[in-house]
T-cell receptor, first 110, second 117 residues
């Protein structure tokens, strides 16, 4: 059975801090790893990673995948209160199915 | 706006009621999904429709009944639910490429927050 584990479960930081969120997985026939941000209800897409060692970057957010060690990290630099959300990691397999992790709840205090 | 609209936003129902959740996507996608998000649990896939045909049913109890009349609309019919069914129900869509490639980037609706009393 496919498994995705995120850590930490929750995190409280202050504005300006840098955070690193972790996602480890056990998936048969891995295809891709995706990160989503869920602020209120609808998760919104951040990154899709398919190759090891290639960093994807969008503003203050970046992510990288290690297919040998089966994990990914999501980095947020210079955090802002608007970054407060649940960050979801999901892994897609060859059958087009996504398995989600339990999420990391990030709170950024002013 | 993600292009996926869900109604209602909130729903409170008794265990003997029958209600339906509605999802509509304006993205021209050919696959639609129902997910359940309970407190402190990962998103759980419930149903998948590809090209209007149901392809996955993840051991969901029969008190949940999906319907996909066309590639833009998806319903989840609810009857005789239990209190443990209270959760956020999320609809999502994507464009699956028939010839082998796959777009796994899901576009989610805002969900229906369901409370079963």
């Amino acid at each position: 059975e496919d498994k995705v584990v995120q850590s930490p479960l929750s995190l409280v930081v202050h504005e300006g801090d840098t955070v690193t969120l972790n996602c480890s997985y056990e998936v048969t026939n891995f295809r891709s790893l995706l990160w989503y941000k869920q602020e209120k209800k609808a998760p919104t897409f951040l990154f899709m990673l398919t190759s090891s060692g290639i960093e994807k970057k969008s503003g203050r957010l970046s992510s990288i995948l290690d297919k040998k060690e089966l994990f990914s990290i999501l980095n947020i630099t210079a955090t802002q209160t608007g970054d407060s959300a649940i960050y979801l990691c999901a892994v897609g397999d060859a059958g087009n199915m996504l398995t989600f992790g339990g999420g990391t709840r990030l709170m950024v205090k002013p | 706006e993600t292009g996926v609209t869900q109604t209602p936003r909130h729903l409170v129902m008794g265990m003997t009621n029958k209600k339906s959740l509605k999802c509509e996507q304006h993205l021209g996608h050919n696959a639609m999904y129902w997910y359940k998000q309970s407190a402190k649990k990962p998103l759980e896939l419930m149903f998948v429709y590809n090209f209007k045909e149901q392809t996955e049913n993840n051991s969901v109890p029969s008190r949940f009944s999906p319907e996909c009349p066309n590639s833009s609309h998806l319903f989840l019919h609810l009857h005789t639910l239990q209190p443990e069914d209270s959760a956020l129900y999320l609809c999502a869509s994507t464009q699956l490429i028939f010839t082998g490639g796959v777009e796994e980037k899901l576009f989610f609706g805002s969900g229906t927050q369901l409370s079963v009393l």
